[in-house]
């Protein structure tokens, strides 16, 4: 019998294993200063790299037909801190600062990050092996309320039906 190949990384990193795959979202994009509220679908495709250390992750978001966002997020676990970092890239051009950084609780992965424009705050719950809900809120600097910005529910596809990648 063979070992997986993911078997020789902590603990920590083969959780992160659970992004990998090629994903289709249905979302609500809330009303904020960046886009109009309303509905739209995404791809996510994401696979491991060096080993497992990493996950490459590429989103790819839908509105009426036109991709509206587009972001590449490496996932990492940073060992030393004891925390999941994100470093994300994205079509709205905004150079991160830092990472954003976490931790599981159970199946919910949290990760929050800061910048001059405020604080982001993204969660996924993965409910099965190919189900999982993200959420992402935001609060703006200098306000103590968190907004929300999208959610959706993502359910695993093959990898050839996903268009574009």
């Known amino acids: 019998m063979n070992a997986s190949p993911f078997s020789s990384l902590s603990a920590d990193h083969q959780l992160l294993q659970a992004l990998v795959g ?8 809330a009303d904020t200063q960046w886009a109009d509220g309303g509905m739209a679908t995404s791809e996510v495709t994401a696979e491991a790299q060096f080993g497992g250390l990493f996950v490459v992750q590429r989103y790819k978001q839908r509105r009426d037909g036109t991709v509206s966002f587009g972001a590449h997020n490496v996932f990492g676990f940073d060992q030393q801190n004891s925390v999941v970092t994100m470093h994300q890239f994205d079509s709205m051009g905004f150079v991160p600062s830092s990472p954003a950084t976490g931790t599981w609780n159970g199946s919910e992965l949290v990760l929050e990050r800061s910048s001059p424009r405020g604080f982001a705050r993204v969660t996924y719950v993965f409910d099965d092996a190919d189900t999982y809900r993200m959420r992402l809120h935001f ?10 910005m999208v959610s ?5 596809v093959s990898p050839s039906s996903i268009n574009g990648f």
């Open 152 to 156: 959706g529910v993502y359910r695993r």
């Open 22 to 29: 090629a994903w289709r979202g249905e979302e609500e994009v």
């Open 139 to 148: 609060k703006p600097a200098g306000s103590d309320g968190w907004q929300d």
